[in-house]
Nanobody, 115 residues
Framework: QVQLVESGGDLVQPGGSLRLSCAAS????????MAWYRQAPGSQRELVAR???????FYADSVKGRFTISRDNAKNTVYLQMNSLEPEDTAVYSC?????????WGQGTQVTVSS
C-alpha cells in the first residue's frame, strides 16, 4: 500500500509559476513510476508528466517547455514545477504512483490560473 499526499496548489495569475509536491510512503520509492495527471471541469483526466525510476521523463505536448517533473528519492517526493501558467492549466492535479503492479492516487490539489 502506497499513500500519496500532494501539496502546492493555489490561485496564480497567468504567466506565474507554481511547484506541486507529492510525498509518497514506502521504502522503495526509487523503484516507483511517478506521474502527474490533471482534470479540468467537464474534461477527462489527462496525463501531464511522468518520471520513471531511471529518471527518464515524458510530457504532454500542452506542457512541454513549461512544466518540469523531478523526483527526490531521498525524500520520497516527486515535484511538478509549472512555469508560464495559462488559464487552460486550471485543473485538479493528482499524483499517481505505479508500484508492485498496482496504481495509487493522491487526493488531488487545485490549481487555478486566473487574473
Amino acid at each position: 500500500q502506497v499513500q500519496l499526499v500532494e501539496s502546492g496548489g493555489d490561485l496564480v495569475q497567468p504567466g506565474g509559476s507554481l511547484r506541486l509536491s507529492c510525498a509518497a510512503s514506502g521504502s522503495i520509492f526509487s523503484f516507483y513510476v511517478m506521474a502527474w495527471y490533471r482534470q479540468a471541469p467537464g474534461s477527462q483526466r489527462e496525463l501531464v508528466a511522468r518520471i520513471i525510476p531511471g529518471g527518464s521523463t515524458f510530457y504532454a505536448d500542452s506542457v512541454k517547455g513549461r512544466f518540469t517533473i523531478s523526483r527526490d528519492n531521498a525524500k520520497n517526493t516527486v515535484y511538478l514545477q509549472m512555469n508560464s501558467l495559462e488559464p487552460e492549466d486550471t485543473a485538479v492535479y493528482s499524483c499517481y504512483c505505479f508500484a508492485g503492479q498496482r496504481g495509487y492516487w493522491g487526493q488531488g490539489t487545485q490549481v487555478t490560473v486566473s487574473s
